[in-house]
């Protein structure tokens, strides 16, 4: 029986990334009909295949489709990336097969303008969301999280990106920095966030606008309990200066989880440019779903 057979009558999307892993029981006709979600992210497994048999045990014997850090030479097995361009074909006709029945997306690389760049997991969601016709074909799209992205899109495929550490820079602010102690609240879309922004969209000063945030805390110039919202403020503003840099699109597409995608939103509209917020779980089911009706 060929591994499109195997297909036909469902599988299992997983979206693994470096700290959780999300799961999908898709029905031949592509609907979720079960899920779950937990904190075995690939830095946490030692023992891949028993990781990928408990997904079975919970979702039941179907073939994996998995994407994301899963991938990566820190995953299950190193799927290669492939270079921009590229689009859901690209994708498709490079899996990795771990198993008879479990493939791994590539991850997309970008290697030009005396740069490089790479994404995993990304590629699926930003694809995705072309393939439900939330995305048009001709768009820049910002994809918040740990490492954002800023993806061109030409022709519903993905030409060039390019990657800002903003996420991974306000965790270690906050766990390792001396304004650890300012950070531990909420972050919001307040008007201390929107404050940041301004203030990052205005001037080029991050690593001392940065320290001013405890000095302004110790002089009583500004209130502890906007300090959270602020920082991150300052360090999504200066990321959205840098998606300025970008051609622009009428809108920018913001894709991503809701917590994230509002601050991004806000920001934008701080910059007087006009966000469209949209989910990525929708976008990556719409995505690997495509990916699976190639399979062959």
């Known amino acids: 029986m060929g591994k499109a057979m195997r297909w036909a ?19 031949a006709t592509g609907h979720r009909t079960d899920e779950f979600e937990d904190a075995k992210g690939v830095l946490t497994v030692t023992d891949f295949p028993a990781a990928v048999a408990e997904i079975r045990e919970r979702l039941g014997d179907r073939p994996l489709l998995l994407a994301g850090m899963i991938g990566s030479n820190k995953g299950w097995v190193e799927a290669p990336y ?68 800023w993806a061109l899109l030409r022709g519903g495929i993905i030409k060039t990106f390019g990657t800002v550490m903003t996420g991974e820079l306000f965790s270690l602010l906050k766990d390792h920095s001396i304004l650890a102690d300012l950070l531990a609240g909420p972050v919001e879309p307040n008007d201390a966030f929107k404050r940041g922004v301004r203030s990052a969209l205005e001037n080029d000063l991050l690593p001392a606008s940065l320290f001013g945030v405890r000095a302004g805390v110790l002089l009583g110039q500004t209130n502890k309990d906007d300090a959270a919202s602020y920082v991150s403020g300052l360090l999504v503003g200066t990321d959205v200066r840098i998606g300025l840099t970008w051609p622009m699109a009428a809108r920018i597409m913001v894709i991503g989880r809701p917590e994230l995608t509002r601050l991004y939103a806000a920001a934008i509209g701080e910059a007087g440019r006009e966000a469209v917020e949209l989910d990525g779980e929708q976008c990556f089911l719409a995505g690997i779903q495509e990916i699976a009706k190639r399979i062959s």
């Not at 009558?9 to 029905?27: M, P, S």
């Open 9 to 27: 009558d469902g599988f299992i999307a997983v979206d693994w990334g470096t700290t959780n892993r999300r799961a999908y029981l898709l029905d």
């Open 82 to 149: 492939v270079p921009c361009p590229a689009g859901i074909d690209e994708l498709a006709a490079n899996l990795t097969w771990a198993g008879e029945r479990e493939a791994i997306v590539p991850g997309v690389s970008y290697i030009g303008q005396g740069r490089a760049d790479v994404m995993r997991g990304e590629e699926v969601q930003l694809l995705g969301g072309v393939a439900a016709g939330l995305v048009a074909k001709e768009a820049l799209v910002c994809h918040p999280g740990t490492h954002n992205k």
